[in-house]
């Protein structure tokens, strides 16, 4: 069956401005994470969804970052007024028990 | 602070050889142990993973070793393969429905 996708797949945005990544989930799955992976690094936790419900969001480096989704299934994380450290990969994951399956990501890089 | 400690950094391995990779935790509440593999420009996909409940799992090539008392887990790859040349991650979870946290990658080179 279909993967997690995410769209787009590469964002390239002046410092400053605001972005918006989109996570499609795989279908049934009820629970959703965001990620943020630097470069040479490992995944680290932003927020995660259960259904619609936002149950953790202790990730999210600053208050220019926030997390939906409004109907339980596809996600988007905007990030407002972005800066040159907001560079990196940002990773979905959709999980219906223990197991996460990522998405491809979004590579954001801040000019 | 680190929750899940990761090494080596990198590893070169001939084909045909062994690969282990090891990781470490503190948080006895950690449940659940995957690794999961990934390639330049993908995402990570998940490779194999284990419960605190058995101490060893293999899947294939693949096969965790687990060590509650001494709060450790590794990766072994048999036969490696130039295929297997990729980035692998451990990580650790508590319970259904929690992020998991990372190690920070070991980077895997097989050799013909």
């Known amino acids: 069956g279909a993967g997690v996708s995410q769209s787009p797949r590469y964002k390239v945005a002046k410092r400053g401005q605001d972005v918006a990544l989109r996570c499609d989930p795989i279908?049934?799955?009820?629970?959703l994470f965001w990620y943020q992976q630097a470069l040479g690094q490992g995944p680290e936790f932003l927020t995660y969804?259960?259904?619609?419900?936002?149950?953790?969001k202790s990730g999210l480096p600053s208050d220019r970052f926030f997390a939906e989704r409004p109907e339980g299934s596809v996600s988007t994380l905007k990030i407002q007024r972005t800066q040159q450290e907001d560079s990196a990969v940002y990773l979905c994951?959709?999980?219906?028990?223990?197991?996460?399956?990522f998405g491809p990501g979004t590579r954001l890089t801040v000019t | 602070q680190q929750q899940v400690k990761q090494s080596p950094q990198s590893l070169i391995v001939q084909k045909g050889g062994i690969s282990i990779i090891n990781c470490a935790y503190e948080n006895t509440a950690f449940d659940y142990f995957p690794w999961y593999q990934q390639f330049p420009g993908k995402g990570p996909a998940l490779l194999i993973a284990i419960r605190p409940d058995v101490s060893e799992k293999k899947e294939g090539r693949f096969t965790i070793s687990f060590n509650k008392s001494a709060k450790q887990f590794s990766l072994h790859i048999m036969d490696s393969q130039p295929g297997d040349s990729a980035t692998y991650f451990c990580a650790a979870s508590r319970n259904t429905g929690n992020q998991f946290y990372f190690g920070t990658g070991t980077s895997l080179t097989v050799i013909p």
């Open positions: 279908s049934g799955h009820v629970s």
């Open positions: 969804f259960q259904n619609e419900a936002q149950l953790d």
């Open positions: 994951a959709s999980s219906l028990a223990f197991e996460q399956y």
